[in-house]
């Protein structure tokens, strides 16, 4: 079956660092690849996606590549704030119709500190 | 906004007792979704919905039942409470567009 698997958290990192924070698929054919950002006590919204392979999701000085070689689609962004602050949750989407489901990571705790 | 609200926004009900949650949309969209946000295990999907009394389970579903008769309303039922279905509920709705659109979450204790 489809299944993601993120790098565990917590992660804590100072202002301005850089982020990494990986994530790697199990699907049979081409999934689409997402990336969501839940901030405390909020609902989780769509922060990039990429829907074939090589294609390059980003917003808000994000970026993920889609790396079909690897099954990979690692989050980065080059100067983290503070306000980024929040858990990240990489997920794909198999299949159309009545199966379009999304399979979510575990999720990974981000803290950037002033 | 979305247009995607979930109530209650928090719940402390007993054992055994049956629970129903709501999730009302007003975009007309297609598909709608209940999953639940546990502690090292991300989000995983309770039932989904792809229309009017149309429903499937998802991986998680022993416990919950679900009910969809309007577009807008996507009902979450849980015939008897138990201390492992302490948990916060989310929403989503999609169309054919590949992302999802998430309500604010219902965290719900069973005491």
């Known amino acids: 079956g489809n299944s993601v698997t993120q790098m565990e958290g917590p992660v804590t990192l100072s202002e301005e660092a850089f982020l990494t924070i990986n994530c790697t698929y199990t699907a049979t054919g081409y999934p689409s690849l997402f990336w969501y950002v839940q901030y405390p006590g909020e609902g989780l919204q769509l922060l990039l996606k990429a829907t074939k392979a090589d294609d390059k999701g980003s917003n808000k000085g994000f970026e993920a590549t889609y790396r079909k070689e690897t099954t990979s689609f690692h989050l980065e962004k080059g100067s983290v704030q503070v306000s980024d602050s929040a858990v990240y949750f990489c997920a794909l989407k198999r299949g159309s119709g009545s199966a379009r489901q999304l399979t979510f990571g575990s999720g990974t705790q981000l803290t950037v500190l002033p | 906004d979305a247009g995607i609200t979930q109530s209650p926004r928090h719940k402390v009900t007993e054992t055994g007792t049956p629970v129903t949650l709501r999730c009302h949309q007003t975009e007309n969209h297609r598909y709608m979704y209940w999953y639940r946000q546990d502690p090292g295990h991300g989000l995983r999907l309770i039932h989904y919905s792809y229309g009017v009394k149309d429903t499937d389970k998802g991986e998680v579903s022993d416990g919950y039942s679900v009910s969809r008769s309007k577009t807008e309303d996507f009902l979450l039922t849980l015939e008897s409470a138990t201390s492992s279905q302490t948990s916060v509920y989310f929403c989503?709705?999609?169309?054919?567009?590949?992302?999802?659109?998430f309500g604010s979450g219902t965290r719900l204790t069973v005491v």
């Open positions: 989503a709705i999609s169309e054919e567009a590949y992302g999802y659109t």
